[in-house]
T-cell receptor, first 114, second 111 residues
Framework: DAGVIQSPRHEVTEMGQEVTLRCKPISGHDYLFWYRQTMMRGLELLIYFNNNVPIDDSGMPEDRFSAKMPNASFSTLKIQPSEPRDSAVYFC????????????FGDGTRLSIL | GQQLNQSPQSMFIQEGEDVSMNCTSSSIFNTWLWYKQDPGEGPVLLIALYKAGELTSNGRLTAQFGITRKDSFLNISASIPSDVGIYFCAGPYNQGGKLIFGQGTELSVKP
């Protein structure tokens, strides 16, 4: 069975550029989560969707970050303009049947902003 | 905000040794989850616990849901080099809310 698929796996870009991260959740899952992982702050929840609708974006650091889920099989996290402090590993996760249910993670996008 | 405290933060052990780590909270949890993250990959769910006192095994891994519902334990028996990674506990904040994660226990195994 396919797990959560993220692309790209690695992204290196210069500050000021727009960055788009992509996620395909597990088919049938009704929750989708975007996380950021850094050494200093660990795993931070940025935003989550339920049935494609954004429910809680309180973890999004600032207006430069935006996320969309146009359908049940695709989500994007966009950073515009990007800054060096956005460098981190970004994970997408999905789950089924409730907010507190076990989440299944993708392998992440390692983002480096120069 | 609510936190999950994992200990130890890191462990350096010899292959073949048993490992114990734990996760504590100041609040009651109804679910405890244990994940492992290999370098360069996403966290993978190892064990899910749903009842106080529950003891669940997955191969050489055994996890327990503490009786007080404020802690959980993960044991690994006869460690091998591929056990290397970061182990995270997680639980739904406020009984069914968003998952919160501990800061992780980093395990290193010397062959």
């Amino acid at each position: 069975d396919a797990g959560v698929i993220q692309s790209p796996r690695h992204e290196v870009t210069e500050m000021g550029q727009e960055v788009t991260l992509r996620c395909k959740p597990i088919s049938g899952h009704d929750y989708l989560f975007w996380y950021r992982q850094t050494m200093m702050r660990g795993l931070e929840l940025l935003i989550y969707f339920n049935n494609n609708v954004p429910i809680d974006d309180s973890g999004m650091p600032e207006d430069r970050f935006s996320a969309k889920m146009p359908n049940a099989s695709f989500s994007t996290l966009k950073i515009q303009p990007s800054e060096p402090r956005d460098s981190a590993v970004y994970f997408c996760a999905s789950s089924f049947g409730g907010l507190g249910q076990p989440q299944h993670f993708g392998d992440g996008t390692r983002l480096s902003i120069l | 905000g609510q936190q999950l405290n994992q200990s130890p933060q890191s462990m350096f052990i010899q292959e073949g040794e048993d490992v114990s780590m734990n996760c504590t909270s100041s609040s009651i949890f109804n679910t405890w989850l244990w994940y492992k993250q290999d370098p360069g990959e996403g966290p993978v769910l190892l064990i899910a616990l749903y009842k106080a006192g529950e003891l669940t095994s997955n191969g050489r891994l055994t996890a327990q849901f503490g009786i007080t519902r404020k802690d959980s334990f993960l044991n690994i028996s006869a460690s091998i080099p591929s056990d290397v990674g970061i182990y995270f506990c997680a639980g739904p904040y406020n009984q069914g809310g968003k998952l919160i994660f501990g800061q992780g226990t980093e395990l290193s195994v010397k062959p």
